[in-house]
Every structure is written in C-alpha cells, then in structure tokens.
Nanobody, 126 residues
C-alpha cells in the first residue's frame, strides 16, 4: 500500500499557473503509473491525467489537454501536475492515485487505483 500526499494547491487568477505535487511512501512508487483526478462537490470524480511508471507516456482528459502536464521524478518519489491557463471551471479538489499493478501505462478508470491522497484544493478566481 502506498501513502500519497498532494500539495501545491491554492488560489490563482484566471490564466495563471500552479504546479501540484504528489509525494509517496510505502510500496515502490517508481514502479507504478500515477493518475490525477479531480472532484467537485456533488459530481463524479473526473480524470485529469496519468503518467506511466517510467514517465514515457502521459494521457490527459479532454477538458485539460493542452493546458496541463503530468511529469514525474522517480528519484524523489514525486509526480507533478503542472497546470497552465487555468480557468474558473478548474476550481475543485485534486487527487493523485497510484495504479494497482506495476509497470503500467495508467488508466482513466478511477476504480483501478487502490491508493489515494487526501486531495488539495485549487481555486481559480479573480
């Protein structure tokens, strides 16, 4: 089991940027794909992006493609979500999650991630 902690959330103006971090301990984090999701109150969890275990492949949700980038630093057990050109509709809580099986490329299916962080709030407002 991995313990994940997100950080880097906060308040930013529309058009601004933030970088979220997901730091892990527990199972060997560098062997697992890591996904980012977000969830607003009363709504389903939305897929944001995922990076493969070796960092060579990343996939994004339609609403963030071209604005957000997922990257990882396996030496420091950290995965990042860089968010540019933020919009008010990006306001919500963001979560990172580690995939169930090692050496994967990741998936948009939230149910296939057994380990989740506690989330970090991102607010985009002027």
């Amino acid at each position: 089991q991995a313990q994940l902690v997100e950080s880097g959330g906060g308040l930013v103006q529309p058009g601004g940027s933030l970088r979220l971090s997901c730091t892990a301990s527990g199972r060997t984090f560098r062997l697992y794909a890591v996904g980012w999701f977000r969830q607003a109150p009363g709504k389903d969890r939305e897929f944001v992006g995922v990076i493969s275990w070796n960092g060579r492949r990343a996939t994004y949700g339609d609403s963030v493609r071209g604005r957000f980038t997922v990257s990882r630093d396996n030496a420091n057990n950290t995965v990042y979500l860089s968010m540019n050109n933020l919009r008010p509709e990006d306001t919500t809580v963001y979560y990172c999650a580690a995939e169930r099986s090692p050496y994967g490329v990741g998936t948009w299916r939230a149910s296939l991630y057994p380990d989740w962080g506690q989330g970090t709030q991102v607010t985009v407002s002027s």
